[in-house]
């Protein structure tokens, strides 16, 4: 199919010409035109992105369809249908649709339809039968020919390439996007449908490069045909994205060719000054092979110091004299959050009655070191459902009475576990944490307290009277600083350290008045991680008295829980 004008197509449409008249119920015959569109001014050859083929469809219930196929042949400009439509009355109403391919590749281009109103003897005058275009490359944004000029003699050829970028700003693949190639000046240059630039007479030349989904979208190449054409610079390409995660090693390089798509020596090649876009600048360095083309760009990013997100910059190669100069590359840098390498739950140790619930939270540290509050995608594990179990967004619910360890896990190498204990009715739940937490970890240096509690939650209304513990550890581990009482906690312990050297440490207390629970706080030990290892807390009670009469011993039915510290 040929097009007299325009450089695109913006619509196929399908004219109704007039019918025949005659009475109802009497077979009518339509005369059809199809009728290619054209926008634009300049003359323009049909190419393999026309739509040269239609399957008209004509419909008037409750008589069969119509469907006829049809392809224009090449040099024609329409074609002429005629189709018998029968008629139920004096008006009635058909609906003509019709689907616009290309024969070259199959590709369904564009699709309408459209009603009619009939009247027996009345001529229908010509109409348009609206078409959209329904092909590839419909979310295309911008196009970016290349080169964007060039040079030639008599009969030299350039073959043209072009980028196409989505809504989204991403790259499209050259196949996903159809475009149309024309020329302002045919007796200047020539451009096949592939793209392909051949120079005719001295002069100059548009050479327009626009998205068959959308006519406004659309590039130009400047051609210059002379016997002598001076030189040009030629990028390829002229825009690159780097992909990357903040805190890991830079990048591998990427490179541009710089070629001269003119005439004669291409000499005196040089980066400008690179333009940064908003934010940090000083991320990208870039350098020639050498200053003749031609040469090659090598453009190296560099994520020290930048934080994540998108980072732009435009980098302008130059030549003096020469015509075009300079031409830019433009880099996109897109620096992605580094992963989470570490997940912490919340809370690391929990004493629950049977029926009670408790949330988890999970936080974690990413690869920089920096805090993340809240990490989603945790998958939770009950190691002991009769004891509690835990739903999928990390809701636990006691069971019966026992402990259970919960597992949170967000890749098979980043974990994190807590200990649920289910108190039975009766029982005082004594434990040594470091932290609050069943499973703590630490640094070699790191400070590390440790807490002595009763959770008296399920022996209320008793109050805690007296009590008698030590604790047990590992001194190549953890190195004794102090002990004393908890602000706010039981009364002050009597405290024998005599064997902290040792890993021992001895300490009681008892108060008349007694104190309520449900967590009855009684002494906080500090230490220093001075080696790497596990250390367990262990934690043996020897006496635990209620403080009312009649004082009763809670030691028999209390469930002893001993923490541990990994340092690293």
Sequence with gaps: MRA?????????????????????????????????????????????????????????????????????PPGQDSIRLEVQVVISGATDTVTVGFQGYNSV?????????????????????????????????????????????????????LQLGYAGVDTAGAQMPD??????????NPGVAVVNAAGLVTAGNDGQALIFV??????????????????????????NPTSLTFTDTAGTSNPSPQAVAVDNSGGGTLSGLAVGTIAYGSGVSGWLTASLSGG?????????????????????????????????????????????????TSITMSPGFAVLRTGDTTQLAVSGVDGLGNPVPSVAGVVFTSRTPGVATVNAAGRITAVAAGSAVIVGTLTSAIQDSMLVVVAATGQAVVSALAGAREFAAARVNDTVRVRVTVDLRAVSPEKLGSYNDSLLWNPAVLRYVTAGPVTGGFAAPTINDLNVTSGLLRFGSADAYGAAGPVVELIDIVFVAQASGTAGLVLRASELYAAQAPFANLLPAAAIHSGSVRVQ
């Design 105 to 157: 590749t199959g590709l369904l281009l564009y699709s309408g339809s459209q009603q009619f109103t009939i009247t027996a003897g009345v001529p229908v005058p010509g109409t348009p039968v609206p078409a959209a275009y329904v092909g590839p490359g419909q979310s295309v944004r911008a196009l970016t020919v290349s080169p964007t000029a060039a040079a030639l003699r008599r009969a030299q050829t």
């Design 4 to 72: 007299v004008m325009g450089a695109a197509v913006a619509a196929c449409v399908l004219a109704l010409g007039c019918l025949d008249a005659a009475g109802p119920g009497h077979a009518r015959r339509v005369a059809l035109s199809i009728v290619p569109v054209f926008e634009g001014m300049s003359p323009l050859d049909g190419t393999p992105t026309d739509v040269d083929s239609f399957f008209i469809r004509v419909s008037n219930p409750p008589g069969p369809d119509v469907t006829l196929g049809v392809r224009i």
């Design 292 to 340: 003749t083309a031609p040469a090659t760009l090598t453009l190296q990013p560099s994520n020290a110091g930048l934080n994540p997100g998108t980072h732009t910059a435009t980098v302008p190669v130059t030549a003096s004299g020469v015509g075009n100069s300079p031409q830019n590359v433009t880099v996109t840098y897109v620096l992605a959050v580094p992963p989470v």
């Design 210 to 235: 626009t998205a068959l989904a959308n006519s406004n979208i659309e590039d130009t190449c400047v051609v210059d045909v002379s016997s002598a054409p001076p030189p040009l610079i030629s990028l």
């Design 175 to 184: 196949d996903s996007v159809p475009v149309r190639y024309a020329t302002s």
